[in-house]
């Protein structure tokens, strides 16, 4: 009788100490979703609405215990692009809302049939907590302009990613591209010196800049080569003054045997600047040292930039970088999907090669954002599929597409009269025009389906309804008829 009052006991004991333990840790998922809520609302601040809906709403929080911060991600993918594009602003929100020091570490899901799951520690970056301390990182991402550096030891600050191979030539970018490749040969002893390429965001003056640094230090690995934006140089330039090591800074660019500044024109309406950087210019090209310069306009047309400066940037050859056309465009998707293992139709391809015209990073965005969404809806790419995204991440216009053109359209790819199509025939391949052209009229027109049917033969609305359903139930179980759908589809929109 005793024993079992004991294990009585016991019992009650451990049920309270189990139902303590599920308190804690419900309090504990409770303060981690808050954590992890008030880490959202900075982030949802600080990027466009589309890229935190696609990147962070996913993300679940799990827990948070000795200074790790816990979270599930949908992918490795996922995971890697997090790291790649976002892991400044994740750390310096974590060390804001939760404390200095705070670690995130990934639960990724992995497929399988365990539906088992791996972790992953983020990167670990350190970051100051005052603007003052946070400048001065900025300002030493290059090598010091106050010490000597031996070229072994010497940073480039170049990207390996950036190079000529994966920097496709096409009509908008031959010459900027010929001259980038003589000028990387042959450093300072071309008729290109200074290069000046110009061009609107997103066309390549970037990678062109660090295609260039790739290139002459493979071949010429004992010159000192430098990559930076020109608002980093105002920043050195800036704690220069102030700490009054100006000779310091100019000798040390001054080392430089191919100096690469991004962005000249942020140097516009700095008298001070522009000066010391005439200095540098003059002493580098005078001992054959080559100069590359990017710009979002040509010199004659950049504002509050010395005069004296301007001539000298078109001493050598400035040279546009125009928008790319449509082959390149073409060729640059198809690059990006097969360098990164993507599966994506090849009309879905064309489809975005058409209608995203502006730049190279818009391309190769709507792929990331293709690949996220598949991902987490767990569905193939379709034609679909790349509308909504587009919609949702570009200044995306649909063609206006009419009644008539969809029925010239419908006819003319399956091979049948227009007037067959309005018909009574019952043949097969003539009753799957008809409602191929009702489910396209549907889809595109604010026709109702009584309007539809009369437009379509004078057919009753049950059977334009009848139509639409069975080309839906068609385009979802046969292959052909669903790329015979997506072809029609880009044809409208063409």
């Not at 990724?108 to 003052?132: C, H, P, Q, Y």
């Not at 990207?159 to 970018?173: A, D, H, L, V």
């Not at 140097?267 to 100069?291: A, D, P, R, V, Y």
């Not at 409602?435 to 057919?459: A, D, P, W």
Request: proline content about 3%; charged content about 25%.
């Amino acid at each position: 009788m005793l024993i079992l009052e004991q294990i009585s006991i016991l019992l009650v004991e451990l049920r309270k100490r189990q139902k303590n333990k599920d308190h804690f840790r419900d309090s504990m998922k409770n303060d981690c979703q808050v954590l992890w809520n008030n880490c959202l609302n900075v982030i949802r601040d600080n990027i466009p609405e589309p890229a935190f809906n696609t990147w962070f709403l996913p993300i679940v929080p799990l827990n948070y215990q000795d200074h790790v911060f816990t979270v599930q991600v949908p992918s490795q993918f996922f995971y890697e692009y997090l790291e790649d594009k976002y892991l400044d602003l994740i750390q310096h929100t974590l060390y804001r809302e939760i404390g200095e020091g705070t670690i995130l570490n990934y639960r990724i899901l992995v497929e399988t049939e365990n539906n088992t799951a791996v972790e992953m520690r983020g990167e670990t970056k350190s970051f100051a907590s005052s603007d003052k301390s946070l400048r001065k990182k900025i300002s030493e991402k290059v090598p010091s302009p106050f010490d000597r550096v031996e070229t072994s030891a010497f940073d480039s600050q170049i990207n390996g990613k950036y190079r000529f191979e994966n920097f496709f030539e096409g009509e908008s970018n031959r010459l900027a591209r010929t001259a980038a490749e003589a000028v990387a040969n042959n450093p300072g002893k071309t008729a290109f010196n200074p290069l000046f390429v110009h061009g609107h965001s997103g066309v390549g003056k970037t990678h062109l800049c660090h295609a260039i640094g790739s290139k002459v230090a493979e071949l010429y690995p004992d010159k000192k080569v430098l990559y930076l934006s020109a608002h980093l140089f105002k920043v050195q330039f800036t704690d220069a003054r102030r700490f009054n090591t100006i000779n310091d800074f100019i000798n040390f660019y001054q080392s430089i045997d191919v100096l690469i500044i991004d962005d000249i024109h942020e140097l516009s309406g700095l008298e001070k600047t522009q000066n010391t950087f005439f200095h540098i210019f003059n002493h580098l090209h005078q001992n054959n040292k080559q100069l590359v310069m990017t710009s979002d306009c040509a010199p004659m047309d950049m504002q509050g930039m010395e005069e004296r400066l301007l001539t000298r940037f078109r001493w050598g050859l400035s040279t546009n970088l125009e928008r790319p056309d449509r082959e390149l465009r073409k060729k640059i998707l198809q690059n990006k999907v097969l360098s990164d293992g993507l599966s994506i139709p090849e009309n879905v391809i064309d489809f975005i090669a058409e209608n995203v015209t502006e730049n190279v990073r818009d391309l190769e965005g709507i792929v990331v954002s293709l690949m996220a969404h598949a991902i987490i809806n767990n569905r193939e790419i379709d034609m679909s599929l790349a509308q909504r995204v587009m919609e949702q991440s570009i200044r995306f216009e649909r063609k206006r597409i009419t009644v008539e053109k969809i029925q010239d359209t419908v006819s003319q790819f399956f091979n049948v009269k227009k007037e067959l199509i309005q018909s009574s025939s019952r043949k097969r391949e003539i009753v799957q025009a008809r409602q191929v052209t009702m489910y396209f009229i549907k889809k595109h027109t604010e026709l109702s389906l009584s309007q539809i049917g009369l437009q379509v033969g004078n057919r009753n609305h049950a059977t334009v309804l009848h139509a639409c359903n069975t080309v839906k139930n068609f385009y979802d179980v046969d292959k052909s008829f669903r790329s015979d759908i997506e072809e029609i589809e880009r044809i409208l929109h063409s």
